[in-house]
């Protein structure tokens, strides 16, 4: 049973406005809960790694439970292995006996809870970052005075080729929604992109930045761009919240519970700058 408090506009008989405060109980109903898969693979020395938890009611603010206990297993396309071993409630991290290379191709099979999931990805090939770029704005209408970093870059010829930006400042990834960049070359393929703007909020002298370049799956692609429509879905013309697309599958199909979340394989090219 969910308590929501509404304020209620009451129109006395005598054509005043009063409020007040009405109590309304609604008996929603309680889906069963969903095992929830973020993961990575990246052509980086760091082993691979597997966040597992479970989703909770919609109205529910408490951080989502991990899934404890569970069997991963990730696979190449050579026959090659690695057992991930939970190293903190829901944390699941590889040995290192399995490292993404470009152009391989990856499985992760989940057993939990008496389920079997599975997840495919794989490493797509990167272009070396040219140069990041500080430029100073002032008097913009739009933004904020301060500093400003852009990409400079090639762009492989031959369409099909996705990215993300991430920047760390002063060590920490931003990673609020209006931070998440991800690009297709559709329209930019094989030429060369230059200032591609980085922040949308102003840095200023002594920070120190670093940013990732990675070439990225296109279902993965595709992911994040649903998960950015859903946390901008707000306001007057909101749709209804619906679950994002999911690389993350029960092998007994429809017969079994489902998944959330992704398993992404991704190269990483990176660069620093310090604001001066």
């Not at 408090?5 to 929603?28: M, P, R, Y």
């Amino acid at each position: 049973m969910n308590r929501i408090t509404t304020a209620v506009l009451l129109l006395l008989a005598t054509g005043g406005l009063s409020s007040c405060l009405d109590v309304v109980q609604l008996d929603l109903p309680q889906g069963q809960p969903l095992l929830v898969v973020e993961g990575q693979i990246t052509d980086q020395p760091t082993p691979p790694i597997v966040l597992l938890s479970s989703t909770q009611a919609y109205f529910d603010g408490a951080t989502p439970p991990p899934v404890r206990g569970a069997t991963l297993t990730l696979r190449d396309e050579l026959g090659g292995t690695d057992a991930l071993r939970e190293t903190a409630p829901g944390r699941y991290v590889g040995s290192g006996a399995l490292r993404g290379r470009i152009g391989g191709h990856y499985t992760l099979t989940v057993v939990a809870d008496g389920q079997t999931y599975r997840a495919e990805t794989d490493l797509r090939r990167t272009p070396p970052i040219d140069s990041l770029q500080v430029k100073l704005k002032t008097g913009d209408p739009v933004f904020d005075d301060g500093y400003y970093v852009f990409y400079n870059g090639p762009e492989p010829a031959g369409v099909g080729d996705y990215y993300r930006f991430k920047v760390f400042k002063n060590g920490a990834l931003l990673n609020q929604p209006e931070d998440l960049i991800v690009r297709s070359d559709e329209l930019v393929d094989g030429r060369y992109i230059g200032d591609v703007e980085l922040n949308n909020k102003p840095f200023v002298r002594g920070d120190q930045l670093r940013v990732e370049l990675n070439s990225i799956p296109a279902d993965y692609f595709y992911f994040l761009n649903e998960v950015t429509t859903q946390i901008n879905n707000q306001g007057l013309f909101a749709t209804s919240p619906a679950n994002v697309r999911t690389n993350v599958k029960n092998v007994a199909g429809a017969a079994g519970k489902a998944a959330v979340g992704y398993f992404a394989g991704f190269t990483v090219r990176a660069d620093s700058v310090v604001i001066r």
